[in-house]
């Protein structure tokens, strides 16, 4: 465990900018540092040369030294010259965002395909860089030792090197892939519906899955305890029919973009979903920022014409003032789609079987009719005109893309 120092910068007042540092410090614990200290500054724009000015870069070096801190890291991405500059000038390891995310998916991926996947997106953010904090990786690829610092020369070497390893990863990539389509074909051919779990990372997803098929999925504390897809049967009791539930590795700010390339073989699992459960932490302060998110890289994937119900989660975390009047209700998402809302407690159990009956409802039909009738403003409500807009009415919207 390398003890290090956390450093957040708010660029131009960015609504992502999360103040209390909490998810970079469960990031950095997830790829097995341990925070000693945490900083914040504000900036117009990042330094070009350092990314922060060059007072906090002294203030952070004293804080190096005053905490015997190992490595210091930033929740942005840094360019390549500034990250050599920062290691430069703090004389430690310095990562950024994307470098934990990188870590903590080749430390936890179980596939053939997945352990590939992570190998080029880390190379391919080597190729442009050398860092302190991953020289046990360029060593490992052949590089000559790193014995007084790397060297422009020895910089050349190493990128050649690390190129040719790309070109052989893909080549290997490009083997496993071919496999699997072979395999999603002949998963196409059988009639089961299929429930896929999506969300932000830690909004509980591994939890309700096992709450529901009562299997054992690791659940934990910890950014991305899962990458691989698993999938179990889920009976539905109201209907007297089964259907598939796949848990899926989640989503957060930022995830490199290489990384949401490398993961398309999970991802797409959300994509071919007849059904996705949209779960978010109802407790959490930046839920609205974290769907918008999820509903991003949804679209990304190609998933976001795949009906979804919003299942909030974590609902024991509530205060009373912020608990919902129906534990099941409809929300609008930004698209004009509206959608199913339940409420739920995956560790609890509260609304567990209300889930269970949408899900059902969805398998056979049913819920588009009833959304539809609830979209009609009903007695006693004053707000709501949705039903006379025809843009919202009707299941032809619930099924089609917005
Ligand atoms: P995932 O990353 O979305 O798969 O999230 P996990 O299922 O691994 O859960 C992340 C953390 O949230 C774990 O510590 C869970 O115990 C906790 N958690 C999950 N569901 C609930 C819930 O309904 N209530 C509370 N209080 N905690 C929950
Ligand atoms: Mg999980």
Known sequence: MARAILVGVDVGGSSTFDPTLDELAQLA?????????????????????????????????ALVQGHRAEAVLFDQALSPAQ???LERHLGVAVADRTMLILEIFAARAQSHEGKLQVELAQLQYLSTRLVRRWSHLERQRGGIGTRGGPGEAQIELDRRMIGERIKSVKERLEKVKRQRSTQRR??????????????????????????????????????????????????????????????????????????????????QEAADADLLLHVVDAAN??????????????????????????????????????????????????????????????????????????????????????????????????????????????????????
């Open 186 to 267: 002949s998963r196409e051919r059988n009639q089961t519906f299929r429930v896929s779990l999506v969300g932000y990372t830690n909004a509980g997803k591994s939890t309700l899955f096992n709450a529901l098929v009562n299997a054992r999925s690791y659940a934990a504390d910890q950014l991305f305890a899962t990458l691989d897809t698993t999938t179990r049967q889920l009976f539905l009791e109201d209907v007297g029919r089964s259907a598939s539930l796949s848990d899926t590795v989640g989503f957060i700010r930022d995830l490199p973009h290489k990384l949401v390339e490398a993961f398309e073989a999970t991802l």
């Open 83 to 85: 990250q050599r500059n």
């Open 285 to 402: 302060p930046l839920l609205v920022e974290q769907m918008a998110e999820v509903q991003r890289v949804l679209a990304e994937i190609g998933a976001d014409a795949v009906p979804q119900v919003l299942v909030y989660n974590k609902f024991d975390k509530l205060e009373a003032t912020q608990r919902p009047r129906n534990m099941v209700d409809t929300m609008e998402l930004d698209g004009g789609v509206r959608v199913a809302r339940v409420f739920v407690s995956a560790l609890e159990g509260q609304g567990l079987d209300e889930l269970r009956r949408i899900i059902a409802e969805a398998a056979t039909g049913t819920l588009a009719e009833r959304l539809a009738a609830t979209e009609a403003p009903s007695p006693g409500e004053s707000k709501g005109d949705a039903g006379s807009d025809p843009q919202r009415t009707g299941t032809h919207h619930f099924h089609s893309s917005p």
């Open 29 to 61: 614990e997830s790829a097995g540092d341990m925070p000693v200290a945490r900083v914040v500054a504000r900036r117009k724009a990042p330094d070009p040369a350092l990314f922060v000015g060059s007072g906090k870069a002294d203030e952070i070096k």
